[in-house]
Nanobody, 123 residues
Framework: VQLVESGGGLVQPGGSLRLSCAAS????????MTWVRQAPGKALEWVSG????????SYADSVKGRFTISRDNGKNTLYLQMNSLKPEDTALYYC?????????????????WGQGAQVTVSS
């Protein structure tokens, strides 16, 4: 199993970024997938999740209305569109496959995750 994130970067407050996660080594469409993040010195935070079919999504209150999770099962890719970014969104963002949906804010709840994509929101 391999999960590879891309699309991070430096953006000004109010800006947008789209993260991608290329998945391989498993039947992607069969699994609930999540995005989690971790800021320096802070605990892991669950951000968003989507079911295998891409129909059912959920979000942390801190990102609801600003972030959109989606997936393309034909391309084995998970996405996170992030709009109206705030400095408090600065973190390392991980694509992660939970052992059981919806996952949560502990690494023990996941069996695979990627190397992370850095998102920095600063003027």
């Amino acid at each position: 199993v391999q999960l590879v994130e891309s699309g991070g970067g430096l953006v000004q407050p109010g800006g947008s970024l789209r993260l991608s996660c290329a998945a391989s080594g498993f039947t992607f469409s069969s699994y609930y997938m999540t995005w989690v993040r971790q800021a320096p010195g802070k605990a892991l935070e669950w951000v968003s999740g989507v079911n295998g079919g891409g129909v059912y999504t959920s979000y942390a209150d801190s990102v609801k209305g600003r972030f959109t999770i989606s997936r393309d099962n034909g391309k084995n890719t998970l996405y996170l569109q992030m709009n109206s970014l705030k400095p408090e969104d600065t973190a390392l963002y991980y694509c992660a496959r939970p052992k059981k949906s919806p996952g949560g804010s502990s690494w023990k709840l996941y069996d695979y995750w990627g190397q992370g994509a850095q998102v920095t929101v600063s003027s």
